[in-house]
């Protein structure tokens, strides 16, 4: 199908970006990548009345680390940040779950902070950020804000992005010394979308594990090493997530998933930690 | 600030395998329909249009892009490759294409555009590719003649050329 009619207005700089989501609050859809936005479009999913392209923004266009993150802008896409020679050591989750995102062809055009606006709860850019702990930069004509990944996804493809607000950036927290992660997921095809994904952070005696697929939203739990019961805490996870029967996956596939799959992430970050 | 009304066609240009075209298009216009329909260059395909076949693969900026996922306005200025850009000027196939030939690595050939333009891509970036990065690549598309095993066949070759 072909999407229905909309304006366009590719603003100059990030100012004129917020003055027209100002002006035109919901009405408007701002698309950077459009990986996500554009198949929306296509199967008339969205209907925006403005389309506000913010892709060649050039100061959304660069990462950068500032203080203990890597702060990626809005404009920089998923294959950008693959191409960075120092992301396996500055964000090494990022770099074992980007290969993942979509296809090689669609990792050129699709931006990070366009995986986190959108909120897929399968998407592995949501879960890392949520593993990792790191934080959304929201931009509007009356200021800006951070909000810590687990205020910033409200559930299925929501957000906590009011209207008028740009996201700017996306902070990714750099790797802890010591710290070990692993990253893997189950999918038909590589690069489609992940029936369950997993990551996983050891760092300081305890584990953070972190789940996509399953609830409305990545799901994160915490616990220490020393826990001997690691397959009773993965089946508890596994029914608390409250799986679904899908075309793709039943729930107890799902729940296997975790259970079976959840040891091997914990183990392998465990190993890659010192 | 570029304002284009949704209702009015605009004019847009961009580099099309190597020379400057333009033509007319509404905002909602799909780069693969804007390069078919008002270009005339009907080599890439149009499969799924919501990113997932491949078959529209082409690329823009040195990069392999979906070309449904890419709106006409958005090319305006760009530097556009498409699979009519890969043979010389008299007709003669490039490397990919003849081992393409070679290996039967197209039967209906719907697919082929795209992939020959992902591959493209890959070689472009990675003279020598290892089997998993062009499975990766290769992974992007689908092919529903089921010819993996030629298209993979052809690509090894290619990667294996001194």
Redesign the interface.
């Known amino acids: 199908?072909?999407?229905?009619?909309?304006?366009?207005?590719?603003?100059?700089t990030v100012e004129?970006a917020l003055a027209v989501l100002a002006d035109f609050g919901d009405e408007a859809q701002v698309i950077a990548g459009?990986?996500s936005l554009?198949?929306m479009?296509?199967?008339r999913l969205a209907g925006p009345r403005v389309?506000v392209?913010i892709?060649r923004l050039e100061a959304l266009s660069t990462c950068q680390e500032t203080g203990d993150c890597l702060e990626i802008g809005a404009a920089v896409t998923q294959?950008d940040l693959l191409d960075r020679a120092d992301l396996a050591e500055a964000v090494p989750l990022l770099a074992l779950a980007l290969?993942h995102v979509g296809?090689?062809?669609?990792r050129?055009?699709g931006t990070v902070c366009g995986s986190l606006a959108h909120g897929d709860p399968s998407s592995e850019l949501p879960l890392c950020l949520a593993a990792l702990e790191g934080q959304v930069v929201l931009r509007s004509t009356r200021g800006e804000r951070r909000l810590d990944a687990a205020q910033f996804q409200t559930g299925l493809l929501s957000t906590a992005r009011e209207a008028d607000e740009l996201i700017v950036a996306a902070r990714f927290p750099l790797r802890r010394a010591g710290a070990g992660h692993a990253f893997a997921e189950v999918a038909r095809?590589?690069?489609d979308f992940a029936i369950v994904g997993l990551a996983a952070v050891a760092h300081d005696g305890q584990v953070r594990l972190g789940v996509a697929g399953i609830a409305d939203r990545p799901e994160i739990r915490e616990w220490p090493f020393e826990r001997e019961d690691i397959d009773a805490v993965l089946n508890r996870l596994a029914w608390d997530l409250d799986a679904a029967d899908d075309l793709h996956a039943s729930a107890r596939y799902r729940r296997d998933i975790v259970r079976g799959l959840g040891p091997k992430v914990i183990a392998e970050a465990r190993s890659c930690a010192n | 600030?570029?304002?284009?009304?949704?209702?009015a066609r605009h004019r847009i240009g961009f580099t099309l395998n190597g020379r400057a075209v333009s033509g007319w298009a509404?905002?909602?216009l799909?780069l693969t329909?804007f390069l078919r329909q008002e270009l005339g260059e009907t080599g890439t395909h149009v499969g799924c249009?919501?990113?997932i076949c491949?078959a529209c693969?082409i690329r823009i900026d040195g990069?392999?892009?979906?070309g449904?996922?890419?709106?006409a306005?958005?090319a305006d200025g760009r530097e556009v490759q498409t699979v009519e850009g890969l043979a010389d000027p008299d007709g003669a196939l490039n490397a990919l294409q003849r081992a393409f030939r070679k290996h039967h690595a197209l039967q209906c050939g719907y697919c082929t555009p795209g992939l020959l333009m992902?591959l493209t891509d890959?070689f472009a970036r990675t003279p020598r590719p290892s089997e998993a990065q062009i499975l990766?690549?290769v992974?992007?598309h689908l092919c529903r003649c089921t010819g993996y095993a030629g298209i993979m066949a052809a690509a090894r070759e290619v990667a294996a050329e001194p």
């Open positions: 199908m072909k999407p229905p009619r909309f304006d366009y207005v590719r603003p100059d004129e459009g990986q554009m198949a479009l296509n199967l389309l392209d892709s294959a290969p296809h090689a062809q669609t050129n055009r095809r590589h690069g | 600030m570029r304002e284009l009304n949704g209702a509404e905002p909602r799909l329909d249009e919501h990113g491949g693969t990069r392999a892009v979906r449904c996922l890419y709106l306005v958005q992902s890959l990766d690549v992974g992007g």
